[in-house]
């Protein structure tokens, strides 16, 4: 069973958070996110050709900014996004990104 590593919010820097939210492939996942309450890995994917290598690195990078949690249903690995825990950390960074990204 794959073990994911999700930081406590306190321990995040903001330039961390902003690295992650800099990508527009993460940062479209996000919003992906955002708009749902969970999704697959596949599902979390900001386009179908987007090697699944890349996709766990983007994850990965998402998940050490404290923005997605990862958790095993089955053989199903499902994505939240960490929206509450990372708005009291940031707050309003979240939405203002959100709010002012170039959709793609």
Same mark, same amino acid.
């Not at 095993?72 to 996004?81: A, D, F, K, P, W």
């Given at each position: 069973?794959?073990? #994911? @590593?999700?930081?406590?919010?306190?321990?995040?820097?903001?330039?961390?958070?902003?690295?992650?939210? =800099?990508?527009?492939?993460?940062? $479209?996942? +996000?919003?992906?996110?955002?708009? @749902?309450?969970? *999704? $697959?890995?596949? !599902?979390?994917?900001?386009?179908? $050709? %987007?090697?699944?290598?890349?996709?766990?690195?983007?994850?990965? *990078?998402?998940?050490? =900014? !404290?923005?997605?949690?990862?958790?095993? +249903? !089955?053989?199903?690995? %499902?994505?939240?996004?960490?929206?509450?825990? #990372?708005?009291?950390? #940031?707050? !309003?960074?979240?939405?203002? +990104?959100?709010?002012?990204?170039? +959709?793609?």
């Amino acid at each position: 069973m794959p073990r #994911f @590593t999700h930081p406590r919010l306190e321990d995040v820097p903001l330039d961390l958070a902003l690295h992650a939210l =800099a990508d527009p492939n993460r940062l $479209s996942m +996000v919003a992906r996110l955002a708009e @749902t309450e969970r *999704l $697959s890995c596949a !599902g979390a994917a900001p386009c179908e $050709s %987007i090697p699944k290598s890349t996709l766990s690195n983007h994850l990965k *990078l998402l998940r050490a =900014a !404290g923005l997605i949690e990862t958790t095993q +249903v !089955g053989r199903e690995m %499902i994505n939240t996004l960490r929206r509450d825990e #990372f708005d009291r950390r #940031f707050p !309003g960074l979240l939405g203002a +990104v959100l709010a002012n990204r170039a +959709v793609q």
